[in-house]
């Protein structure tokens, strides 16, 4: 007798689950950066922030995380709370989420777990701050996160302010096209990166329009290629941080990183969280504007593909 497939219990939000079976459009949103991203309470509100952003521009939110060894997509206003105020929570990527899921753990999903939760719950679409990307000294250290692989082989757009000055941003940008994903910069030629609008790197690609965007995602999927897009959002420009003054900042954080031997997962959250403190929290206040600002661009770019599906 062979054993029953096992398949993964999806708990689908009621919202979620409306939205759906109405065929309306919904949008992924992560859950690392509300654990390990921005400090309690601000990472809470933030979170309901962004989902009343989608809400208001016509989309549903699907916050993703795994809870006691479900895959949750959409999070109640309570487990929203619970995930916000928990300690040591488990950021899971590719390599950690079958694992998470088996033993009945918890844990939040960084962008790549959420494109793979995202495309098992046929969500096209999905807006996160900064993605993960080659990190500085990574000839040394091999750090590169799993981010840019699950671009290339999950089917989601994937709306971002870029990639942060943390990391080595000519080299993230190779590493995206040699795996073949498409990094499209929105209103601007520049790669953004995160805090600030430019990082001095021409993006490969603009398209200024959701309507443009939510056709490419679908021309790569009629080509028969595998894999999302990277849509390089930049921060408003009230909210930058301008390049010449994280610069330094980044640097010293960096430095203060080396010399504790920080590695591992652990390298981005020491960075947000020294960052924070060097800019006494103007960091944090760009990374909540920009967060907001690509949840608009996601929910448009959703609602452009239900327009697409509809005709
Ligand atoms: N960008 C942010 N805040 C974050 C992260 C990125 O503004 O918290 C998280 C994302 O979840 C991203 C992850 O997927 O960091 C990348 O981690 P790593 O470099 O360990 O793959
Ligand atoms: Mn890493």
Redesign the pocket.
């Known amino acids: 007798m062979t054993a029953a497939p096992m398949t993964p219990d999806i708990d689908l939000s009621p919202e979620v689950a409306r939205a759906r079976a109405e065929n309306r459009p919904v949008v992924a949103l992560e859950s690392t950066i509300i654990t390990h991203g921005m400090p309690w309470p601000r990472n809470l509100e933030t979170a309901r922030l962004v989902e009343a952003e989608l809400r208001q521009a016509g989309a549903t939110p699907a916050t993703i995380a795994v809870i006691d060894g479900r895959l949750c997509v959409g999070l109640s206003p309570e487990r929203l709370e619970t995930l916000a105020q928990a300690r040591d929570v488990a950021k899971l990527s590719r390599a950690d989420l079958a694992a998470c899921l088996a033993t009945g753990g918890t844990g939040a999903t960084t962008v790549a777990a959420t494109m793979i939760a995202a495309t098992l719950a046929r969500l096209e679409v999905f807006a996160t701050g900064g993605i993960?990307g080659v990190?500085r000294g990574a000839e040394a250290s091999f750090?590169?996160?799993?981010d840019l692989q699950e671009l290339a082989a999950s089917p989601v757009t994937v709306v971002a302010a870029g990639a942060k000055a943390i990391l080595d941003l000519p080299k993230t940008l190779e590493v995206l096209e040699t795996l073949g994903v498409p990094v499209i910069a929105v209103g601007q030629d520049d790669f953004p990166a995160f805090w600030s609008r430019d990082s001095g790197l021409k993006a490969p690609l603009r398209i200024d329009d959701p309507a443009g965007i939510a056709r490419a995602h679908r021309m790569r999927r009629a080509l028969g290629l595998p894999g999302g897009q990277l849509i390089a959002n930049p921060v408003p420009a009230g909210d930058e941080i301008p390049r010449d003054r994280i610069a330094p900042i980044v640097e010293a954080a960096l430095a203060e990183a080396t010399a504790q031997g920080i590695s591992?997962?652990s390298?981005?959250p020491f960075l947000l969280a020294r960052i924070f403190e060097l800019t006494q929290g103007q960091s944090l206040q760009a990374n909540i504007a920009l967060v907001r600002n690509n949840a608009r661009l996601a929910a448009a770019i959703s609602l452009e593909l239900a327009a697409l599906d509809a005709k």
């Not at 750090?143 to 799993?146: G, R, V």
């Open positions: 993960g990190h750090d590169i996160s799993a591992g997962k390298v981005t």
